[in-house]
């Protein structure tokens, strides 16, 4: 599976849009990004996911440019509730997902 | 319809003893998988199980560690003779098919060895 490589950690402000970059540009054509979170002490929390067009659920939206090398997550309205770490996956595999560092979002009032 | 249930939440065990974490899918799902956190690291696979069957299991160490679901009750992740090495955060995941992208994680197991 694609390395992915996320900035290891960035503020928000509450209730404006957090975006958050990752790279992979080693991204092969079977295979697809996924965005997983983690709050503190909590198991990992699926976010959304997309293999080439732009996807958009209750959560949050994700971007991937045309050549699919980066994308952005998209959290719309911030809230502290969002503070977490987040995880930028890619995988062809369904199950086998594997986590990083990800960056750690601290949304602040 | 309740989440994943995982316990005990906290084990600690000495060296030397063995460790069983269990877990209990969401309702109606039938494929789990186990991830171990490692402290201040991210989570690695380590087994992906349906009923009665180990589908792949490339992310377990290649001893002490074993890990089953039978055909009824929880999963089960057992490490034998534990190391220090072994304290860790296990997570169990579920989903409804193989074709689902999400998987559904529970609260997690941590695991202290002294």
């Known amino acids: 599976d694609a390395k992915t490589t996320q900035p290891t950690s960035m503020d928000c402000a509450e209730g404006r849009a957090a975006n958050l970059p990752c790279n992979h540009s080693?991204?092969?054509?079977?295979?697809?990004v996924y965005w997983y979170r983690q709050i503190h002490s909590q198991g990992p929390q699926y976010i959304i996911h997309?293999?080439?067009n732009n996807e958009t659920n209750e959560m949050a939206s994700l971007i991937i440019t045309e050549d699919r090398k980066s994308s952005t997550l998209i959290l719309p309205h911030a809230t502290l509730r969002d503070t977490a770490v987040y995880y930028c996956i890619v995988a062809s595999s369904d199950y086998k997902l594997s986590f990083g560092a990800g960056t750690t979002v601290t949304v602040r009032a | 319809n309740a989440g994943v249930m995982q316990n005990p939440r906290h084990l600690v065990r000495r060296r030397g003893q063995e460790a069983r974490l269990r877990c209990s899918p969401m309702?109606?799902?039938?494929?789990v998988y186990w991830y171990r956190q490692l402290p201040e690291e991210g989570l690695k696979f380590m087994v992906y199980l349906q009923k009665e069957n180990i589908i792949d299991e490339s992310g377990m160490p290649k001893e002490r560690f074993s890990a089953e679901f039978p055909k009824e009750g929880p999963s089960i992740l057992r490490i034998q003779q534990v190391v220090r090495g072994d304290s860790a955060a296990y997570f169990c995941?579920?989903?409804?098919?193989?074709?689902?992208?999400?998987?559904?994680f529970g609260p997690g197991t941590r695991l202290t060895v002294t």
């Open positions: 309702k109606g799902h039938s494929h």
């Open positions: 995941a579920s989903s409804l098919d193989l074709s689902s992208y999400e998987q559904y």
């Open positions: 080693t991204i092969s054509g079977n295979e697809y």
């Open positions: 997309g293999l080439k």
